[in-house]
């Protein structure tokens, strides 16, 4: 019982405290005001997500090129 309360219940605490610290003090950094994050525009956030998709072209050029393709 000794070693519960004076080892594995402060341990246990201050792992809590200073892990939640460690974490939020990270996400704040990475993702919010501690870290130095300039606001992307839209159109590029935008732009990235379909390039990450595969769908950096236009629907236009798509159709066209199928029908190159088809044709060929």
């Known amino acids: 019982v000794d070693v519960l309360v004076k080892n594995w219940i402060p341990t246990t605490l201050g792992n809590f405290v200073a892990g939640a610290m460690i974490v939020a003090g990270a ?9 130095n994050n ?4 839209e159109h590029k956030i935008l732009e990235s ?14 159709k066209e090129e199928a029908m190159q393709s088809a044709v060929v």
């Open 27 to 35: 996400y704040s950094y990475f993702f919010g005001r501690l870290g």
């Open 38 to 41: 300039v606001p992307r525009e």
């Open 49 to 62: 997500a379909r390039k990450s998709m595969g769908i950096d072209k236009e629907p236009a050029e798509d």
